[in-house]
């Protein structure tokens, strides 16, 4: 088993670095976009459908900028949860998980799922929150053109967008304390069967004694072989 | 199971055989087949089953014919010892038949029949036993020797004809000492069935001939025609037989060498123990208790029943079917002890993935879009008010159902609160003003959180008032209604589909405009119904305002164009509206493919939809009867041209047509996912579980060896696990701190990582 102390230790990751750059550049692209929402026309219930196509696009420009840089953060949050699993998997090291029969595949695959729900999810932050049907969003479009509405958009979508990326974190941080339960719970199961299966075995081979050796011996071959039947039975039908 | 197949003899009429093989194999028989036997023509093809080779046998016998196997010249028939067929041809089929390697894994026996020229006997060769290729290729000629046609075949000296001339056409004699469980035998002749249930009888449901018009009858329509006969015939008998046919054999075990300690010579013996139909007992009880707790798990998987929400999907029921098997297996007292939590919790997962296959199809639309008049259309019955004032409030979901009823489900005291504040939050004035118009506080405790309400409905008409009850803004009630379940049974859409009116974005408690949103983000589709007149500026934003909530996935949304029998001239006009609403439609907040667009935008007439389908029964002077007359003719169809133009007027609704798609676009889309889905679960499960399984079976095998290997040993092994006890709970100690260790990290890593995105604002 790899001792604590060896594990390597990592400071914060590629992916705080990757986002505060990210987050500058997004800022300043997102207060040039406030400028012609501050601009446009208030959208009431007379709006044109041309106006409000119009203001739809603009509102679209913002999702766009995200998209331009969603790769990058994928990327950096990928690497971000492999340095997680890389923690987990020296612990359980070949001969924790051979010993205890412990079965790891898993974890790869939730931890590939946890990407894949954080992926996007600024991206679908953005769009429903700098948008029509947000109410917030809304009554910054209902202000008249000006100076005071473009400040308003550029101080809300700042907001949209950085309350994104604390969502981001935040899921991350349940995502992989649910993993932990998880390899906890398995961990404990795996030691628990072999215990319980050593203490089983421990106490068939207890009862055997010279006098009475053929016929227990025989109770716990019919016992051993029943079970690998009835594993095999198992093996053929899933 | 294991199972035995008999090929009768009966030359060309052999094609039946591969109809049935054919059917065998796709009902999943063909694993569990341990024994094969067969004489003449079902020598061949016994043997070519025993070796796995299916679609080499259907190659020959799909392309063989007359010139194959007769010889038509003269100096042939001379020279192939005055016998009609040239053994020459058939040698090679047989040798392209039975060379290669074995793929058949399951099959440990073929028997072929053969009949002594010279003695009034015959022969059951176990042709599987013998290695030399030659020896066992003479066999096969042999029993396909047909005396006078073929000549006969030398084996060991003695000659050998045709197995099945007055012989031993249907070879089951040999499998009887075989331990099976059942035996299926494909006749080619019109036999009586056997009473005897351990028998399975493949009779031709249709002549195949007879000697010459069938043995001799290698003509390739002939041939095909009796492949398809043998199919038919194999899946009729066996589709019924398949599931109790395909539970798997339980082994039982191999011959065991065991050592016994001689106390006067001090010394051990090693002892083989005789072989007794596998593993062997010295003492009568437990070899009762062992064939008891056997049988009860046969039983057990033979008894077993089904839940009928597995039988959506074939794959799905297949799957929940096994898994169902191997999650008893797995609950037995013996082997409970072995599984981990996990495992269980897993299967458990899985099986409701398996039952999960509903479709939710969320409509959407802003007061008097006609979405109430859409989900009549599709329901085929005026289910949904349409009146003026809106009705919707709650989520109303309509579902096929064994019955009819209505369920009401009501806001828990927290979610009231909840929505309470929205109340207060947006200011809402009409929605309070009418609280109190109605008086609905005084009623408020007993609603909240109130267990659901289910009503069972005799008729339509009973469903449509109860729905009223629940859902209608004249009544105090439907403030305290979170959701309304409605159960059809006649319910015109595919099963599974759940069709569900929405409040709708625009509702005056934002509380509720979330609970469409996060539907519509959930739902498998989303029709926004906005009405087909020009596309003014709030309705683009309702549609917007969709795809909002759908980003990821424009293609479940549906933009529904309502009401086209309301314009003047409802084809003409829908056609220029439609190249306007285009304009938008494609554009990077909705669609953003022009493409898409153009398909997802359907215009419908759910009103005209309903006249037509009760316009039978209206009375002549009823306002509907007049309104379909003005409607239809708006169409260019008179009156009394509706019964010849009735299918044309229905066309024009467009709601058969929305139904197609729903059926074709989203059920069998969403079906193929879910299918995926499951299969991709199953093989994470059976991963795991195969994984449990060999590591019980390598415990068990310590544990039969160290039981053969004298007191000893298993005094020494006892001590061995004594130690892997307390070894173990020293690691679980230690892992339990490593992993708290690095749960503590992480959790420091990320909270890190979310001050300094903090810092950032």
Same mark, same amino acid.
């Given at each position: 088993?790899?001792?604590?102390?060896?594990?390597?230790?990592?400071?914060?990751?590629?992916?705080?670095?990757?986002?505060?750059t990210?987050f500058?550049?997004?800022?300043?692209?997102?207060?040039?976009?406030?400028?012609a929402?501050?601009?446009?026309?208030?959208?009431?219930?007379?709006?044109?459908?041309?106006?409000?196509?119009?203001?739809?696009?603009?509102?679209?420009?913002?999702?766009?900028?995200?998209?331009?840089v969603?790769?990058?953060?994928?990327?950096?949050?990928?690497?971000e949860?492999?340095?997680?699993?890389?923690?987990?998997?020296?612990?359980?090291?070949d001969?924790?998980?051979?010993?205890y029969?412990?079965?790891i595949?898993?974890?790869?695959?939730?931890?590939?799922?946890?990407?894949?729900?954080?992926?996007?999810?600024?991206?679908k932050?953005?769009?429903?929150?700098?948008?029509?049907?947000?109410?917030?969003?809304?009554?910054?479009?209902?202000?008249?053109?000006?100076?005071?509405?473009?400040?308003a958009?550029?101080?809300?979508?700042?907001?949209?967008?950085?309350?994104?990326?604390?969502?981001?974190c935040?899921?991350?941080?349940?995502?992989?304390?649910?993993?932990?339960?998880?390899?906890?719970?398995?961990?404990?199961?795996a030691?628990k069967?072999?215990?319980?299966?050593s203490?089983?075995?421990?106490?068939?081979?207890?009862?055997?004694n010279?006098?009475n050796?053929?016929?227990?011996?025989?109770?716990?071959?019919?016992?051993?072989?029943?079970?690998?039947d009835?594993?095999d039975?198992?093996i053929?039908?899933? | 199971?294991?199972?035995?197949?008999?090929?009768?003899g009966?030359?060309?009429?052999?094609?039946?055989?591969?109809?049935?093989?054919?059917?065998?194999?796709?009902?999943?028989?063909?694993?569990?087949?341990?024994?094969?036997?067969g004489?003449?023509?079902?020598?061949?093809?016994?043997?070519?089953?025993?070796?796995?080779?299916?679609?080499?046998?259907?190659?020959?016998?799909?392309?063989?014919?007359?010139?194959?196997i007769?010889?038509?010249k003269?100096e !042939?028939y001379?020279?192939?010892?005055?016998?009609?067929f040239?053994?020459?041809?058939?040698?090679?089929?047989v040798?392209q038949?039975?060379?290669?390697?074995?793929?058949?894994?399951?099959?440990?026996? /073929?028997?072929?029949?053969?009949?002594s020229r010279?003695?009034?006997?015959?022969?059951?060769?176990?042709?599987?036993?013998y290695?030399?290729?030659?020896y066992?290729?003479?066999?096969?000629?042999?029993?396909?020797?047909?005396?006078?046609?073929f000549?006969?075949?030398?084996?060991?000296?003695? =000659?050998?004809?045709?197995?099945?001339?007055?012989a031993?056409?249907?070879?089951?004699?040999?499998?009887?000492?075989?331990?099976?469980?059942?035996?299926?035998?494909?006749?080619?002749?019109?036999?009586?069935?056997?009473?005897?249930?351990? =028998?399975?009888?493949?009779?031709?449901?249709? !002549?195949?001939?007879?000697?010459?018009?069938?043995?001799l009858d290698?003509?390739?329509?002939?041939?095909?025609?009796?492949?398809?006969?043998?199919?038919?015939d194999?899946?009729?008998?066996?589709?019924?037989?398949?599931?109790?046919? /395909?539970?798997?054999?339980?082994?039982?075990?191999?011959?065991?060498?065991?050592?016994?300690?001689? @106390?006067?010579?001090?010394?051990?013996?090693?002892?083989?123990?005789?072989?007794?139909?596998?593993?062997?007992f010295?003492?009568?009880?437990?070899?009762?208790?062992?064939?008891?707790?056997?049988?009860?798990?046969?039983?057990?998987l033979?008894t077993?029943?089904?839940?009928?929400?597995?039988?959506?999907?074939?794959?799905a029921?297949?799957y929940?079917?096994?898994?169902?098997?191997?999650?008893?297996?797995?609950?037995?007292?013996?082997?409970?002890?072995q599984?981990?939590?996990?495992?269980y919790?897993?299967i458990?997962?899985?099986?409701?993935k /398996?039952?999960?296959?509903?479709?939710?199809?969320a409509?959407?639309?802003?007061?008097?879009?006609?979405?109430?008049?859409?989900?009549?259309?599709?329901?085929?019955?005026?289910?949904?008010?349409t009146k003026?004032?809106?009705?919707?409030?709650?989520?109303?979901?309509?579902?096929k159902?064994?019955?009819?009823?209505?369920?009401?489900?009501?806001?828990?005291?927290?979610?009231?609160?909840?929505?309470?504040?929205?109340?207060?939050?947006?200011?809402?004035?009409?929605?309070l003003?009418?609280?109190?118009?109605?008086?609905?506080?005084?009623?408020?405790?007993?609603?909240?959180g109130? @267990? !659901?309400?289910?009503?069972?409905?005799?008729?339509?008409?009973?469903l449509?008032?109860?729905?009223?009850?629940?859902?209608?803004?004249?009544?105090?009630?439907?403030? =305290?209604v979170k959701e309304?379940?409605?159960?059809?049974?006649?319910?015109?859409?595919?099963?599974?589909?759940?069709?569900?009116?929405?409040?709708?974005?625009?509702?005056?408690?934002?509380?509720?405009?979330?609970?469409?949103?996060?539907y519509?983000?959930r739902?498998?589709?989303?029709?926004?119904?906005?009405?087909?007149?020009?596309?003014?500026?709030?309705?683009?934003?309702?549609?917007?305002?969709?795809?909002?909530?759908?980003?990821?996935?424009?293609?479940?949304?549906?933009?529904?164009?309502?009401?086209?029998?309301t314009?003047? @001239?409802?084809?003409?006009?829908?056609?220029? +509206?439609?190249?306007?609403?285009?304009?938008y439609?494609?554009?990077?907040?909705?669609?953003?493919?022009?493409e898409?667009?153009?398909?997802?935008?359907?215009?419908?007439?759910g009103?005209?939809y309903?006249?037509?389908k009760?316009?039978?029964?209206?009375p002549?002077?009823?306002?509907?009867?007049?309104?379909?007359?003005?409607?239809?003719?708006?169409?260019?169809?008179?009156?009394?041209?509706?019964?010849?133009?009735?299918?044309?007027?229905?066309?024009?609704?467009?709601?058969e047509?929305?139904k197609?798609?729903i059926?074709?676009e989203?059920?069998?889309?969403?079906?193929?996912?879910?299918?995926?889905?499951?299969?991709?679960?199953?093989?994470?499960?059976?991963?795991?579980?195969? =994984?449990a399984?060999?590591?019980?079976?390598?415990?068990? +095998?310590?544990?039969?060896?160290?039981?053969?290997g004298?007191?000893?040993?298993?005094?020494?092994?006892?001590?061995?696990?004594?130690?892997?006890?307390?070894e173990?709970?020293?690691?679980?100690?230690?892992?339990?701190h490593?992993?708290?260790?690095?749960?503590?990290?992480?959790?420091?890593?990320?909270?890190e990582?979310?001050?300094?995105?903090?810092?950032?604002?």
């Amino acid at each position: 088993m790899m001792p604590f102390d060896k594990i390597p230790h990592k400071g914060i990751g590629g992916f705080v670095k990757a986002v505060i750059t990210i987050f500058k550049n997004l800022r300043n692209i997102f207060k040039n976009k406030s400028v012609a929402i501050g601009e446009s026309e208030p959208v009431n219930d007379k709006t044109s459908i041309d106006d409000i196509d119009k203001i739809s696009e603009l509102l679209s420009a913002y999702r766009t900028s995200v998209n331009e840089v969603k790769s990058v953060i994928e990327a950096k949050l990928a690497e971000e949860v492999d340095y997680y699993l890389e923690g987990l998997l020296m612990i359980l090291d070949d001969e924790i998980v051979n010993k205890y029969n412990i079965n790891i595949r898993w974890i790869k695959k939730d931890i590939d799922s946890i990407t894949s729900n954080l992926k996007g999810l600024i991206d679908k932050e953005v769009s429903g929150r700098i948008s029509f049907d947000s109410t917030d969003c809304m009554s910054i479009l209902r202000m008249l053109p000006g100076a005071k509405k473009e400040k308003a958009m550029s101080e809300y979508s700042e907001r949209v967008l950085h309350e994104s990326l604390e969502l981001c974190c935040k899921n991350l941080k349940t995502n992989l304390n649910e993993i932990y339960n998880d390899v906890e719970e398995e961990v404990n199961n795996a030691i628990k069967t072999i215990q319980n299966e050593s203490s089983l075995n421990a106490e068939a081979f207890a009862e055997i004694n010279a006098d009475n050796y053929e016929e227990q011996a025989e109770k716990c071959l019919n016992d051993a072989h029943y079970l690998s039947d009835l594993s095999d039975l198992i093996i053929e039908i899933i | 199971m294991r199972l035995g197949l008999v090929f009768e003899g009966g030359g060309a009429k052999g094609a039946y055989h591969i109809g049935v093989w054919k059917a065998i194999r796709e009902l999943g028989i063909e694993k569990h087949i341990t024994s094969v036997s067969g004489t003449s023509v079902g020598a061949l093809n016994a043997a070519m089953f025993y070796l796995g080779k299916f679609e080499q046998a259907e190659h020959i016998w799909e392309n063989i014919t007359n010139e194959d196997i007769l010889n038509v010249k003269s100096e !042939d028939y001379l020279a192939n010892g005055n016998c009609i067929f040239s053994q020459k041809k058939l040698s090679g089929i047989v040798e392209q038949a039975i060379s290669g390697e074995k793929h058949n894994k399951k099959c440990d026996k /073929c028997y072929i029949t053969c009949r002594s020229r010279d003695k009034a006997e015959h022969r059951y060769f176990e042709w599987s036993r013998y290695i030399d290729n030659e020896y066992k290729k003479k066999i096969l000629l042999a029993s396909s020797a047909i005396p006078g046609i073929f000549a006969s075949v030398e084996i060991d000296g003695e =000659f050998y004809v045709d197995g099945g001339a007055n012989a031993d056409n249907t070879p089951i004699t040999p499998l009887t000492k075989d331990r099976l469980d059942r035996i299926i035998i494909i006749h080619l002749s019109n036999a009586k069935a056997n009473n005897d249930p351990m =028998f399975i009888d493949i009779i031709p449901s249709q !002549d195949i001939g007879a000697f010459i018009d069938g043995t001799l009858d290698f003509e390739h329509s002939s041939i095909m025609r009796r492949i398809e006969l043998g199919y038919a015939d194999g899946m009729k008998i066996l589709l019924p037989l398949a599931e109790r046919l /395909c539970i798997p054999e339980i082994k039982t075990k191999k011959p065991c060498k065991r050592k016994t300690h001689d @106390h006067d010579t001090n010394k051990t013996i090693i002892t083989e123990e005789k072989e007794m139909n596998g593993f062997t007992f010295t003492n009568d009880e437990a070899r009762k208790d062992y064939e008891t707790r056997i049988a009860a798990l046969r039983s057990n998987l033979e008894t077993q029943k089904i839940d009928t929400a597995y039988l959506w999907n074939e794959t799905a029921h297949k799957y929940a079917k096994n898994m169902l098997k191997v999650k008893s297996l797995l609950e037995t007292d013996e082997m409970k002890q072995q599984i981990t939590s996990k495992m269980y919790k897993d299967i458990d997962t899985f099986l409701s993935k /398996c039952k999960d296959n509903e479709f939710h199809i969320a409509l959407v639309g802003a007061i008097k879009a006609g979405k109430s008049m859409l989900i009549n259309a599709m329901l085929g019955y005026e289910y949904s008010s349409t009146k003026v004032t809106p009705e919707t409030a709650s989520l109303t979901k309509f579902k096929k159902s064994s019955k009819n009823y209505v369920k009401a489900i009501f806001y828990s005291v927290n979610e009231w609160n909840e929505l309470w504040e929205s109340v207060n939050k947006s200011n809402a004035a009409v929605f309070l003003e009418e609280y109190k118009t109605l008086n609905a506080e005084s009623i408020k405790n007993q609603w909240l959180g109130h @267990h !659901d309400e289910v009503t069972e409905c005799e008729t339509r008409e009973e469903l449509k008032d109860k729905i009223y009850e629940w859902t209608s803004s004249k009544s105090s009630l439907h403030y =305290f209604v979170k959701e309304v379940e409605v159960g059809l049974k006649e319910f015109e859409l595919p099963d599974g589909v759940v069709l569900v009116d929405t409040p709708g974005l625009n509702d005056v408690v934002e509380y509720r405009s979330n609970i469409t949103r996060d539907y519509i983000a959930r739902a498998n589709a989303v029709l926004v119904c906005v009405k087909s007149d020009a596309l003014n500026g709030q309705e683009l934003q309702t549609i917007i305002n969709v795809f909002s909530n759908t980003r990821y996935n424009p293609e479940k949304v549906y933009v529904i164009a309502t009401q086209t029998d309301t314009l003047n @001239h409802p084809v003409e006009d829908w056609k220029n +509206q439609r190249d306007e609403w285009m304009k938008y439609l494609k554009q990077k907040s909705t669609f953003a493919s022009a493409e898409l667009a153009k398909k997802n935008l359907i215009a419908v007439s759910g009103y005209l939809y309903l006249l037509l389908k009760k316009y039978k029964d209206l009375p002549e002077d009823s306002d509907e009867y007049w309104a379909l007359e003005s409607i239809a003719i708006k169409y260019r169809i008179r009156m009394k041209e509706i019964d010849e133009r009735y299918t044309e007027l229905l066309d024009y609704t467009n709601i058969e047509m929305l139904k197609r798609t729903i059926k074709n676009e989203i059920v069998s889309k969403y079906e193929e996912l879910l299918i995926e889905d499951i299969k991709g679960t199953y093989d994470i499960c059976k991963e795991s579980i195969t =994984f449990a399984m060999n590591n019980i079976k390598k415990n068990q +095998q310590e544990i039969i060896d160290t039981a053969q290997g004298g007191i000893e040993e298993i005094k020494k092994k006892k001590e061995e696990y004594e130690k892997k006890y307390k070894e173990a709970e020293e690691d679980k100690k230690e892992l339990d701190h490593l992993i708290e260790l690095l749960r503590k990290q992480t959790s420091d890593r990320a909270d890190e990582l979310a001050e300094q995105i903090k810092d950032l604002a």
